[in-house]
């Protein structure tokens, strides 16, 4: 049930929504087996939630729960960009990231764009070197994945990719201002936006 997964992290499903098994059986002709096994996975990644006799929802997207995660980025991504700023290690994996981003327009799925940005940013991780960081980044995609499928509420393709693209540009020339830029883009182009997308979202203030 690939589809549910895209429409989830597209952000076209919003948080505490119930799934009905019956329903989506219905509507993507399959059986309730299959929906079963689809819904059990999507629940093992932390992108629903299920309660016993009454089914499953979308996980919900708590104000601290973005700022926790948005924290641990912070840490471990400018912590690995300060170990090579600079250092002529290999940046042909970022920038190529920063490349395919670059060349995504309106009509790209927001899905594809968000794939395509974490992979961008765990490169930041992994170039840095260190195997401990890079595993405790990945114990957070999906996490990450699934929040910032909101964020299409607040930017668009072009200023998303742009924003990348000149912070690959400032990392390549290893120039301190990277280190800004990549700070600027973990809290304040994703954190305010994406819970002002949240609140107008479920018609609440989150601050």
């Not at 961008?120 to 992994?126: G, P, Y």
């Not at 936006?193 to 609140?199: D, T």
Request: glycine share 8%; hydrophobic share 40%; with cysteine.
């Amino acid at each position: 049930m690939v589809q549910i997964r895209d429409e989830l992290l597209d952000g076209k499903i919003a948080p505490g929504t119930w799934l009905r098994e019956e329903q989506i059986a219905e509507r993507f002709e399959v059986g309730r087996y299959t929906v079963r096994s689809a819904i059990e996975q999507l629940v093992s990644v932390g992108l629903l939630v299920h309660e016993r006799n009454r089914g499953a929802f979308v996980s919900p997207i708590s104000p601290d729960r973005v700022k926790r995660l948005f924290e641990a980025r912070k840490v471990i991504e400018v912590g690995s960009l300060q170990l090579f700023l600079g250092t002529g290690a290999d940046l042909s994996e970022l920038k190529a990231h920063a490349k395919l981003l670059g060349s995504f327009d309106e009509t790209t799925p927001w899905h594809t764009v968000i794939e395509v940005h974490n992979d961008f940013h765990r490169s930041i991780v992994a170039t840095g070197g260190n195997s401990r960081l890079l595993d405790t980044y990945d114990r957070y995609q999906d996490d990450l994945q699934f929040m910032l499928s909101f964020l299409g509420r607040a930017h668009t393709v072009d200023t998303f990719a742009k924003n990348h693209v000149l912070l690959a540009e400032e990392i390549c020339q290893g120039s301190p201002k990277a280190i800004e830029l990549l700070e600027h883009d973990v809290t304040e182009f994703g954190v305010p936006p994406l819970l002002g997308a949240l609140a107008e979202l479920e018609g609440t203030d989150t601050r």
